[in-house]
């Protein structure tokens, strides 16, 4: 169940960020795109934690610390 959710939150995530690069585009939707950041950052912290978990579940022998680590550690590198 977690893999399936965790799969389906991120197409639709995807598809909204393509609709806020849209949105992006117009000068006059400020208040709109700030709405949709929020709606969005606020969506994407419930993921979070299926995220940790499966990365714990996908790397068994290694501890949760060091598997939670490397994932958050490549989130930092990606978003550079």
């Known amino acids: 169940m977690g893999v ?3 799969v ?6 995807k598809e909204w960020f393509v609709f ?4 992006a585009q ?3 939707l400020e208040v709109i795109l700030a709405l949709l950041c929020a709606v969005s950052g606020l969506f994407g912290l419930a993921l ?3 995220c940790l978990e499966l990365s714990v579940e996908c ?4 501890g949760e610390g060091t598997a ?3 994932l958050v550690l490549s989130g930092f590198v990606i978003s550079v």
């Open 4 to 6: 399936a959710a965790s």
């Open 8 to 13: 389906i939150i991120t197409c639709m995530r």
């Open 20 to 23: 806020m690069l849209q949105v």
């Open 26 to 28: 117009y000068a006059e």
């Open 48 to 50: 979070y934690p299926v």
């Open 59 to 62: 790397s068994f022998p290694i």
């Open 68 to 70: 939670a680590g490397f």
